[in-house]
């Protein structure tokens, strides 16, 4: 496997970082590195937090870590260095926003549920909270009526003239 500058390597990762970045097979050929080499780079600068499109894909088919990525590095960025970062990685402040908001209710633990999602669940566990009660009911009667057999027999097994086995 051959040894590449640092120079070239730093060229050919900007290359594939870019907002329109050409496809690795096209990279590929243009630079004479192959591809599983290609995709081993982008895959090591996307663990480093490097904003990695895919190749042949919009800013919105970004990776779930890029665009978390992506807010990571906006977090902080006042309005006007916001708009030069989405300029230079071809995205929209908008865009920043929306999976800003999806990293936030994601992490949000309290339940989104409306009062009639609420109530129809309620309804629903009563509904089988009783189905159950009846089966353990009739489970119980069924094992009670089964011990009574049992103890009957054993009392009867002497009068009958039977031996315990």
């Known amino acids: ?24 097979a096209q990279l590929s050929k243009d630079e004479g590195i192959s591809e599983a080499t290609l ?3 982008r895959n090591q600068a996307r663990q480093k937090g490097q904003l990695m499109p895919d ?9 779930a870590t890029d665009r978390f990525n992506a807010v990571l590095e906006t977090a902080a960025l006042p309005e006007a260095e916001l708009a030069e970062y989405c300029r230079k990685k071809g995205l929209y402040p908008e865009q920043i926003e929306r999976w ?12 989104l549920m409306t009062q009639q999602d609420t109530a129809k669940l309620r309804k629903e566990d009563k509904i089988k909270i009783s189905r159950l009660e009846k089966e ?3 489970k119980e009667k069924a094992l009670a ?14 009068l009958l003239g039977e031996e315990d086995a």
Do not use: F, H
């Open 136 to 138: 353990l009911y009739r």
């Open 39 to 41: 995709y081993n780079w």
């Open 100 to 111: 800003k908001q999806a990293c936030l209710s994601g992490c949000d633990t309290r339940p």
């Open 145 to 158: 009526e089964a011990a009574a057999i049992i103890i009957l027999q054993k009392k009867l097994a002497p």
């Open 55 to 63: 190749a042949d894909a919009g800013s919105s088919d970004l990776s």
């Open 1 to 24: 496997m051959p040894n590449y500058p640092i120079e070239r390597k730093r060229a050919v990762i900007n290359k594939m970082a870019s907002p329109q970045p050409p496809a690795i």
